[in-house]
């Protein structure tokens, strides 16, 4: 599902983007995926992704930018908690960090950041997500979980 963001969307999420890195770089250690890109554009992205998910089912979009210990982006109406990822990568798999096992999420979302627009991609169980099969290994960085987008459910059955 395509999102289309305004320029004032655009400019008010990063600004929230911004304003939560900066509140949670006093309380947490980054843990970037990405070393490609900074802790500040990772956290506007991730806010990209939340907005667009959020518009996409229907839900409530938190702009708090206070500190949160790590609880889900987005609860669904039947209050399955729900982690979005974002990717700016056209057909980029879904990755999640190997703790996020330990995270209170049901469902994990994952949407494409492509501005103006945001492809909110599909959605997986974390059952079927964060088993062994999964893992992905590489020497450069932590172990991590991904899937290609085959393996993700459209949008509209979350």
Request: aromatic share 8%.
């Amino acid at each position: 599902m395509r999102i289309e963001l305004d320029p004032s969307e655009i400019k008010l999420l990063t600004a929230i983007g911004k304003m939560r890195q900066a509140e949670t770089s006093k309380y947490a250690k980054d843990m970037a995926q990405d070393s490609a890109q900074s802790s500040v554009e990772i956290s506007v992205l991730g806010v990209f992704g939340e907005y667009a998910a959020a518009k996409a089912l229907n839900l409530f979009f938190d702009v708090n930018t206070a500190y949160r210990n790590f609880g889900p982006d987005l609860v669904s109406r039947k209050g399955n908690k729900i982690d979005v990822k974002s990717t700016k990568r056209k057909g980029g798999n879904l990755n999640a960090v190997h703790w996020s096992k330990n995270k209170p999420t049901d469902i994990y979302v994952l949407t494409e950041v492509c501005l103006p627009f945001v492809n909110v991609v599909g959605w997986i169980h974390r059952d079927t997500f964060l088993v062994d099969e999964n893992l992905v290994h590489r020497d450069d960085r932590a172990p991590y979980y991904s899937v290609p987008q085959s393996a993700l459910s459209p949008i509209n059955g979350a």
